[in-house]
């Protein structure tokens, strides 16, 4: 039994593989929040557009400007994926 | 295909080294100038031409501040940071849609290997630029904010003092809003550099694989993501401008 241990070989993965990992997993994973937030955003929006269509364009003013926000959250996630893989 | 987070030098200057995208943003700005220096030579009453498509721009960019401001006179005094901001970004962002981004370029050794350098970066795919640009909207904020209701009661906004009637919490909250202040820094920059950078990397991507017809969807989205990420930073800017010179509610 304990002769299978004497000579062991460390089992690693190579440095190229792990950052393509890294980098895929902390964009998937990085994309769910703004995902979800964006939709939910866009669905209030759309609820009161039709609710009052007179105040179509201050909604889609304010929705747009929101948006913008969580979807840089999406970026940063990219950001630090681009970071891992090329840097 | 070489894809490199930073902009690639062209060549050096002494110690400074030149890179593609400094090219491209003198470049920009020239023709920036020079088409408002030949517009201003040639203004005529009843405009045709390229001036009316300029004046409707323009109108167009003064309706949507003033949509924000609700005041002709304030809009006024944004909007010429909001609208250089807004035509620059969307122009360096549209760079990148030109024939030849990521293939057009010199053959250069760096670190010992022979890489292309590339001719054609879009300016915001630049790092330095974004975060230049952030720190320009940063700082106008605060001197905006200032300029108008007075240095004590716009460091009132941030340093809430523990004696009146919010009592800690006020002080907290104003501690708060100082870190979101320095955030958006980061958030502007990265924002724009994000959003304009991966689409480069797209585009050289799609162009790599299939060259013809395939890549059109990812062309449009490109041009639509480049005017958006415009409108966001001049909007943004804008409301942060507005939010800054009014007072603070109580």
Redesign the interface.
Known sequence: MKSTWVGRKEKSMDAEAAKSIGAAIAMGVGAIGPGLGIGILASKAMESIGRNPEAT?KVQ?AM??AI??T??IA??A??VA??IK?? | MEISLAAEPLFHIGNMPITNTLVMTLLLSILIIITSLILKNKIKLVPKGFQNIVESVLEALLNLVDSVTQDRKQSNKFFPLVATIFIFVILSNWIELIPGLGTIGLHEVVHGKTVLVPFLRSVSADLNFTLALALISFFSIQFFGIAAIGAVKYAGKFFVSPLHKPYFIGTFVGALELIGETAKIISFSFRLFGNIFAGEVLLIVMLNLVPYIVPLPFLFLELFVGFIQALVFAMLTLVFLKMAVTEAAH
């Open positions: 364009s003013t747009i400007l913008a926000f979807e840089a970026i940063y990219l950001v681009l970071i090329f840097v």
